[in-house]
Nanobody
Framework: VQLQASGGGLVQAGGSLRLSCAAS?????MGWYRQAPGKQREMVAT???????NYADSVKGRFAISRDNAKNTVYLQMNSLKPEDTAVYFC???????????WGQGTLVTVSS
């Protein structure tokens, strides 16, 4: 299984970024997690193959997750970014039949104040 994430970078507070993650197969649920320095990895947003979404409270109303099932790709549109959004963002894919999580290599998002 391969998960190729892209789209991270440096942006000023209030700006926007779009993350993309292409998977090597189709998965029941895909999503994004993040890990800031000195903190545990946390869920940001997930989306099922049927389009059911789930967001962390801290990003509701600012981030939007979507997926293209034909391309096995998940996107995270991040708007109104804050310095506390600075973290390494990891793409995640969950195989329901195997009950197994897969992780991408991570992409760094840095929001300057």
């Amino acid at each position: 299984v391969q998960l190729q994430a892209s789209g991270g970078g440096l942006v000023q507070a209030g700006g926007s970024l779009r993350l993309s993650c292409a998977a090597s197969g189709n998965f029941f649920r895909m999503g994004w997690y993040r890990q800031a320095p000195g903190k545990q990895r946390e869920m940001v947003a997930t989306i099922t193959s049927g389009g059911i979404t789930n967001y962390a409270d801290s990003v509701k109303g600012r981030f939007a997750i979507s997926r293209d099932n034909a391309k096995n790709t998940v996107y995270l549109q991040m708007n109104s970014l804050k310095p506390e959004d600075t973290a390494v963002y990891f793409c995640n894919a969950y195989n329901l039949a195997l009950m197994t999580n897969y992780w991408g290599q991570g992409t760094l998002v840095t929001v300057s104040s």
